[in-house]
């Protein structure tokens, strides 16, 4: 006899019912405003009854094929491919330096701003490690450190007459990217936050289903 709706964990249900509306969405049974439409109710409703009713009348289920491709697409880019180069050091005085993209996290990162800005952006970067440790010196500085949701980052560094946030959240699974941050931010900032909200990826994940769909047919 099955779960009854009701006691089965609602996250689970909510990713299922997300699940099939993206499947179903890159398929093109329903509109782009109706996939949007249904994808803010599910994420907001508390009701289990109300996040399956979004579903009920899309036949489509998500396959292997779907899970395959979103596990690609939400879960940590890890390399076992080590540079022999295990660390990097990033300096900026008077100046402005970026590191984005899909580039190759070592397991030490330090930084120096002084009077410039830094930039990491970990949204596309493969891991090569685990546990990640950032070296921050920021001195009449800016930094900022941006983050995809499946990694946690702690944040351990002090400041002086400075502004520190760290808005990105830490409770992605054990086997998740584990970033430390620890220095001092002295007369400047540091700021940590989410480049891509977990809406806007669903969205980017969608369309690009959607795009590959419409090329095979």
């Given at each position: 006899?099955?779960?009854?709706?009701e006691?089965?964990?609602?996250e689970q249900?909510?990713?299922e019912?997300?699940d099939q509306?993206?499947?179903n969405y890159s398929?093109?049974?329903?509109?782009s405003?109706?996939?949007?439409?249904r994808l803010?109710?599910?994420m907001?409703?508390?009701?289990?009854?109300?996040?399956?009713?979004?579903?009920?009348?899309?036949?489509?289920?998500?396959?292997?094929?779907?899970t395959?491709?979103?596990?690609?697409?939400f879960t940590p880019s890890?390399s076992?491919n080590?540079?022999?180069d295990?660390?990097?050091?990033l300096k900026s005085?008077l100046?402005n330096?970026?590191r984005?993209?899909?580039?190759y996290?070592?397991k030490?990162?330090t930084?120096n701003?002084?009077?410039?800005?830094?930039?990491?952006?970990f949204?596309?970067a493969?891991f090569?490690?685990?546990?990640?440790?950032?070296?921050?010196?920021?001195i009449l500085?800016s930094s900022?450190i941006?983050?995809p949701?499946?990694?946690n980052?702690?944040c351990?560094?002090?400041?002086?007459i400075?502004?520190i946030?760290?808005k990105?959240?830490?409770?992605?699974?054990r086997?998740a990217?584990?970033?430390t941050i620890?220095?001092?931010v002295?007369?400047?900032?540091?700021?940590?936050?989410?480049?891509?909200?977990?809406?806007e990826?669903?969205?980017?994940?969608?369309n690009?289903?959607k795009?590959a769909?419409?090329?095979?047919?």
């Amino acid at each position: 006899m099955p779960v009854i709706l009701e006691d089965r964990p609602i996250e689970q249900v909510r990713e299922e019912t997300i699940d099939q509306l993206i499947h179903n969405y890159s398929h093109g049974v329903i509109s782009s405003e109706a996939f949007e439409r249904r994808l803010d109710q599910a994420m907001n409703s508390d009701s289990h009854q109300e996040i399956v009713d979004l579903v009920a009348d899309l036949s489509l289920k998500a396959d292997s094929n779907y899970t395959d491709k979103k596990e690609h697409q939400f879960t940590p880019s890890y390399s076992t491919n080590n540079n022999d180069d295990d660390a990097l050091n990033l300096k900026s005085i008077l100046g402005n330096i970026e590191r984005s993209g899909q580039w190759y996290v070592p397991k030490n990162i330090t930084i120096n701003s002084i009077l410039g800005e830094t930039t990491l952006d970990f949204t596309d970067a493969v891991f090569q490690h685990q546990n990640i440790t950032i070296k921050l010196n920021c001195i009449l500085g800016s930094s900022k450190i941006y983050v995809p949701e499946n990694v946690n980052v702690v944040c351990k560094t002090y400041g002086i007459i400075s502004s520190i946030e760290n808005k990105a959240p830490s409770m992605a699974n054990r086997q998740a990217p584990v970033i430390t941050i620890e220095g001092k931010v002295v007369l400047g900032s540091l700021n940590v936050a989410i480049k891509r909200t977990i809406k806007e990826k669903f969205i980017a994940f969608a369309n690009n289903l959607k795009s590959a769909f419409d090329i095979e047919k």
